[in-house]
T-cell receptor, first 115, second 116 residues
Framework: AQKITQTQPGMFVQEKEAVTLDCTYDTSDPSYGLFWYKQPSSGEMIFLIYQGSYDQQNATEGRYSLNFQKARKSANLVISASQLGDSAMYFCAMREGLGGNQFYFGTGTSLTVIP | GAVVSQHPSWVICKSGTSVKIECRSLDFQATTMFWYRQFPKQSLMLMATSNEGSKATYEQGVEKDKFLINHASLTLSTLTVTSAHPEDSSFYIC????????????FGPGTRLLVL
């Protein structure tokens, strides 16, 4: 089974609108971390936001928030007030287990912000 | 966030040559670094975990004799693609954690390798 599933290969959003990028994960380990990274066309991976499995509240970082629904095993990224510079690939990732090294990445979602 | 650099950012080489890619943590020491490979429009695939002062841990299916990893210091890991072939053409990206207790991996800007 896929550890991380991103079902939206491509998304479009109007500038200044909010958009939700979906991510579901699969693990039986009670300790895990969930991450979102942005990859613009230049290729660099930019860390956006982190959610720990034991965190009680949803993570927020500026315009980014993570809608963490543990029972559903989902960790959707919400980008508010989209900007043209948000156009990029977005990857959801999971670190499984306490102190685990390996990141499991999803297949990514390509977001295009329309002026 | 932490800063990780990679050099070179672009490399074009002839088939059969070896290519070395450097990954440096600029403002922190990294006992562990990670090397990923990404094909166009695909996700990142972990190739190996680079451990300072010891041998790298390779993922299943990754040839350790082809992809040599050396983590000589707490701020530098190198990936050498030996006897490169066109199928090795890819985007190689490294990452590091600021310290083992930290969750987040910080990524370098990546290296695009084209083997002719």
């Amino acid at each position: 089974a896929q550890k991380i599933t991103q079902t939206q290969p491509g998304m479009f959003v109007q500038e200044k609108e909010a958009v939700t990028l979906d991510c579901t994960y699969d693990t039986s380990d009670p300790s895990y971390g969930l991450f979102w990274y942005k990859q613009p066309s230049s290729g660099e991976m930019i860390f956006l936001i982190y959610q720990g499995s034991y965190d009680q509240q949803n993570a927020t970082e500026g315009r980014y928030s993570l809608n963490f629904q543990k029972a559903r095993k989902s960790a959707n990224l919400v980008i508010s007030a989209s900007q043209l510079g948000d156009s990029a690939m977005y990857f959801c990732a999971m670190r499984e287990g306490l102190g685990g090294n390996q990141f499991y990445f999803g297949t990514g979602t390509s977001l295009t912000v329309i002026p | 966030g932490a800063v990780v650099s990679q050099h070179p950012s672009w490399v074009i080489c002839k088939s059969g040559t070896s290519v070395k890619i450097e990954c440096r943590s600029l403002d922190f020491q990294a006992t562990t670094m990670f090397w990923y490979r990404q094909f166009p429009k695909q996700s990142l695939m972990l190739m190996a975990t680079s451990n300072e002062g010891s041998k790298a841990t390779y993922e299943q299916g990754v040839e350790k004799d082809k992809f040599l990893i050396n983590h000589a210091s707490l701020t530098l890991s190198t990936l050498t693609v030996t006897s490169a072939h066109p199928e090795d053409s890819s985007f190689y990206i490294c990452s590091a954690r600021r310290d083992p207790s930290q969750e987040t991996q910080y990524f370098g800007p990546g290296t695009r390798l084209l083997v002719l």
